[in-house]
């Protein structure tokens, strides 16, 4: 599977580490399983902030505890030239979500390269088994990475960013408490960058950005909107950051800003642990990252396009003509954006004279003799001022015109997975001391460093820039074969490259360790030959 072979006979390297005795002749790969013979189930959904044409897909075993969220990878797929999904599940996966789905590369409908290059959902068993599509967009990569940050936190319904949580502080994210922060991520997302358009109700994960028919065309409207406003800012971030240091990516951009909200204010400033006191963020040190978010939406252009947002009705028309969409139905002109909040803390009363553009209309004020009460002095303490907390106003969702929803049965895509191309191995191991493993005695904690490769294995030079990512592999030889996989980015949120990982809080026993590289075309380097390492 293009994975490397435990088995071959890999030109390694003299590693370092002390342990050599262990046999590796019976292990078995357990990074990819995809098997062309076996059922799958197909996934439906796309990626979106236009839609991603001729983009990457893969679908991973959602793993919290992973800093990127990715288990062991089940499924590659890819978009078509319009943004049509092809993706399946391997059966065998079919109760073991939710799946961590991720979208990248690829080019805009009109051929831009998108502005946020990769894009992240997530996909339920029930949603699989379903069929229900799901949606990957920079408010669901926004969403995710927000509600990681914010897991492990305790609840604490007073304060709209701990409400709901199921976290026990203990420094790591598990699967339950990363389902319940999403729910306060979304939330949270939804009462700041919603622009008053998301109901509480809605699905931002399953809610069309498109205007397909499959739900209500303001919703859909909704749900594209606060994404193209989003993406818009997130470009005028990078913009703002980037004059001053190096480039910086969209996808950098939406981790940083997930890292600011993660104490519900986006001021530059993170949360540090559980200690409340705030560190600045240091990718936003030289900007003010409220100011440029408050941007009025309605001055922002389409991504990639030179069309105004305000203009997205029109243009969202347009695309369901080009994508051959069912019936799609004009949004209502009466969907009026509020603008945009950097804190979930306060919710500015607006007091009705702030319209400026109302003339006052004095009247005179009459003032009535009051009929002389005795003043009674009441003893009273001083009471505090009970802010009482307003009430949610209720989002108020005009009924659509009962359009009769017309689902289409999707064409059958036949459930075939399509054998895997044999991706060429091509990439050399870098030769020198590919891993080195630092035990840490005290917490089995594992250190592995690793020197970045230069050449591929015909010898052709490997740029930096085509290294797209390490996959890292261990197993701990008790008998079993099962193992797992970590996927880290070559380069961290500070563009600098990454040599090293860490794997916390391992358990007793005798491991092996190895790593592969990845290319940004998806070609996958051999594993090294492993390294053992007692715990
Ligand atoms: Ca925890
Ligand atoms: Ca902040």
């Avoid at 189930?41 to 991973?60: D, F, Q, S, W």
């Avoid at 950005?209 to 406003?229: C, H, K, M, W």
């Avoid at 969209?250 to 949360?271: E, Y």
Wanted: glycine letters at 6%; a negative charge; proline letters at 9%.
């Amino acid at each position: 599977m293009g994975c490397g072979d435990w088995d071959s006979n890999n030109t390694s390297t003299e590693n370092s580490n002390e342990d050599t005795s262990a046999s590796t002749t019976s292990l078995s790969l357990a990074l990819e399983d995809n098997n062309s013979d076996a059922p799958s189930i197909t996934v439906n959904g796309a990626g979106i902030k236009g839609p991603l044409a001729n983009a990457e897909v893969a679908a991973y075993l959602l793993d919290p505890s992973q800093i990127d969220l990715k288990g062991q990878r089940i499924s590659l797929g890819l978009t078509d030239e319009l943004a049509r999904l092809d993706l399946s599940v391997p059966a065998e996966y079919a109760g073991q979500g939710p799946f961590l789905i991720e979208y990248s590369g690829g080019n805009e409908l009109n051929g831009e390269t998108p502005s946020i290059s990769v894009l992240t959902t997530l996909l339920t068993n029930e949603q699989l088994n379903n069929g229900t599509a799901v949606y990957a967009t920079p408010l669901t990569s926004f969403v995710i990475a927000h509600a990681y940050q914010i897991a492990d936190r305790s609840n604490l319904p007073s304060n709209p960013i701990q409400d709901g949580l199921l976290g026990d502080n203990n420094g790591t994210v598990s699967l339950q408490e990363f389902l319940a922060a999403l729910q306060t991520s979304s939330n949270a997302m939804k009462s700041t960058l919603g622009l008053g358009l998301l109901s509480e109700q809605m699905d931002i994960f399953t809610t069309s950005p498109l205007l397909d028919g499959s739900q209500s065309s303001d919703e859909s409207f909704a749900i594209r909107y606060t994404n193209e406003v989003f993406a818009a800012l997130v470009g005028e971030v990078a913009t703002a950051v980037s004059s001053s240091a190096l480039p910086l990516s969209g996808v950098t951009v939406v981790k940083a800003l997930a890292q600011d909200f993660s104490d519900g204010v986006f001021d530059s400033m993170a949360w540090v642990n559980n200690d409340g006191v705030a560190s600045p963020i240091v990718t936003f040190a030289d900007v003010n990252i409220a100011s440029i978010l408050e941007t009025n939406p309605e001055q922002l252009t389409i991504p990639g396009t030179s069309t105004a947002i305000a203009d997205l009705s029109q243009f969202l028309m347009a695309e369901a003509s080009l994508l051959d969409l069912n019936t799609p139905i004009e949004p209502s002109q009466t969907i009026a954006p509020e603008p945009l909040l950097t804190t979930v803390f306060e919710v500015p009363e607006l007091p009705p004279t702030v319209l400026p553009a109302d003339p006052v209309i004095e009247t005179p004020v009459v003032t009535e003799p009051e009929p002389e009460a005795p003043v009674v002095i009441e003893p009273e303490p001083e009471v505090p001022v009970v802010i009482e907390p307003e009430p949610e106003a209720p989002v108020v969702i005009e009924p659509e015109p009962e359009v009769p929803v017309v689902i289409e049965p999707e064409p059958e895509v036949p459930v075939v997975i399509e054998p895997e191309p044999e991706l060429p191995v091509v990439i050399e191991p870098e030769p020198e001391v590919p891993v080195v493993i630092e035990p840490e005695p005290t917490f089995s904690n594992v250190l592995l460093d690793w020197v970045v490769p230069t050449t591929r294995e015909d010898g052709s030079v490997l740029p930096i820039s085509e290294i797209a990512s390490y996959e890292i592999y261990y197993y701990l030889d008790d008998g079993t074969t099962n193992g797992t996989s970590v996927s880290v980015a070559a380069t961290n949120d500070a563009d600098a490259l990454v040599t090293s990982f860490q794997l916390n809080n391992l358990a007793e026993g005798d491991y092996f360790f190895s790593i592969a590289t990845i290319d940004t075309q998806g070609n996958v380097s051999e594993f090294v030959e492993p390294i053992a390492l007692s715990i």
